[in-house]
C-alpha cells in the first residue's frame, strides 16, 4: 500500500503563488505517474497535471504556462508549482499515484485564491 500526503495549501491573492508537496510512503518499487486533481466546489474532480517516472509530464489546458509539476524520484515527492493563480484555481486539490495498477490518493489540501 501507498500513503500520500500532501501539503503546501492555503491562501493566496489572484496573481500570486502556492507550491504543494505530496510525499509518498509505503511500497518497495518504483511509482509509475504522480500527479495532481483538483475538485471545486459542486464541480467533479478533474486532472491539474500529471509526471511519470519517465519524466513525461501532462497538463490540463487549463493550467499550461502557469503550473509546473515536478517530481524527486528519490524522495517519492511530486510538487505542483502554481503561478499567476486566478480565482477559479479555487479546489481542493488532490494529490494522486498509479502503484501496481492501483489509484492512491491524498486527502486534499485546500486552495483558496482571493480576487
Known amino acids: 500500500q501507498v500513503q500520500l500526503e500532501e501539503s503546501g495549501g492555503g491562501l493566496a491573492q489572484a496573481g500570486g503563488s502556492l507550491r504543494l508537496s505530496c510525499a509518498a510512503s509505503?511500497?518497495?518499487?518504483?511509482?509509475?505517474?504522480m500527479g495532481w486533481y483538483r475538485q471545486a466546489p459542486g464541480k467533479q474532480r478533474e486532472l491539474v497535471a500529471t509526471?511519470?517516472?519517465?519524466?513525461?509530464?501532462n497538463y490540463a489546458d487549463s493550467v499550461k504556462g502557469r503550473f509546473t509539476i515536478s517530481r524527486d524520484n528519490a524522495k517519492r515527492t511530486v510538487y505542483l508549482q502554481m503561478n499567476s493563480l486566478k480565482p477559479e484555481d479555487t479546489a481542493v486539490y488532490y494529490c494522486n499515484a498509479q502503484y501496481l495498477h492501483i489509484t492512491y490518493w491524498g486527502q486534499g489540501t485546500q486552495v483558496t485564491v482571493s480576487s
Open positions: 509526471a511519470t517516472n519517465g519524466g513525461s509530464t
Open positions: 509505503g511500497g518497495i518499487f518504483s511509482i509509475n505517474t
